[in-house]
T-cell receptor
Framework: GQNIDQPTEMTATEGAIVQINCTYQ??????LFWYQQHAGEAPTFLSY????GLEEKGRFSSFLSRSKGYSYLLLKELQMKDSASYLC???????????FGTGTRLTVIP | EPEVTQTPSHQVTQMGQEVILRCVPI?????FYWYRQILGQKVEFLVS????????KSEIFDDQFSVERPDGSNFTLKIRSTKLEDSAMYFC????????????FGPGTRLTVT
């Protein structure tokens, strides 16, 4: 089974940096994914980690520690359009489907 | 840029009726998925499909659900006898290969069962 935890809501200021944490427990691990979902829209892929360490992609970075069952998504130079839900998802060994957390609703304020 | 498409965008049906949700995955993708998201809740995996058969399915995907790839482009989800609790957004997704980590999601079909 899977257990994925992330904060329900966060608020941050335009131009600032925000870190969204995710902890997980799975019976086997084959990758951690971050998706962005605006209200009423489909999830869109942001990042993928399968090895420990930091993956950087423009204003977005994602970190993974497999031994701690922990990941974070770092968003820099926040823009108003970054207001959305950020979904942490885990893929288990031997499977290709994703198990999603409940998502963190980020509100960016001026 | 290629994208996953879904029809209809919104479906309203009465309890007990059958519905078919349609998806056109990205053309060179080989793995297809259905997920659902009940309003205000998390995205939940339903089923994955590869090489014309189901490769994985969740506990949610019981006998009232079925999937089909009737031709070279469409991928459908059928719910045989809808229940009120089936009301949700249904997302289709596809990926290029098994290790193709980026699953591309379609815009979703909002199903409302009355």
């Amino acid at each position: 089974g899977q257990n994925i935890d992330q904060p329900t809501e966060m608020t941050a200021t335009e131009g600032a940096i925000v870190q969204i944490n995710c902890t997980y427990q799975t019976s086997g691990f084959n990758g951690l994914f971050w998706y962005q979902q605006h209200a009423g829209e489909a999830p869109t892929f942001l990042s993928y980690n399968v090895l420990d360490g930091l993956e950087e992609k423009g204003r977005f970075s994602s970190f993974l520690s497999r031994s701690k069952g922990y990941s974070y998504l770092l968003l820099k130079e926040l823009q108003m359009k970054d207001s959305a839900s950020y979904l942490c998802a885990v893929r288990e060994s031997g499977a290709n489907n994703l198990f999603f957390g409940t998502g963190t609703r980020l509100t960016v304020i001026p | 840029e290629p994208e996953v498409t879904q029809t209809p965008s919104h479906q309203v049906t009465q309890m007990g009726q059958e519905v078919i949700l349609r998806c056109v995955p990205i053309s060179n993708h080989l793995y297809f998925y259905w997920y659902r998201q009940i309003l205000g809740q998390k995205v939940e995996f339903l089923v994955s499909f590869y090489n014309n058969e189901i490769s994985e399915k969740s506990e949610i995907f019981d006998d009232q659900f079925s999937v089909e790839r009737p031709d070279g482009s469409n991928f459908t989800l059928k719910i045989r006898s809808t229940k009120l609790e089936d009301s949700a957004m249904y997302f289709c997704a596809s990926s290029e290969n098994r290790e193709g980590f980026e699953q591309y999601f379609g815009p979703g079909t909002r199903l409302t069962v009355t």
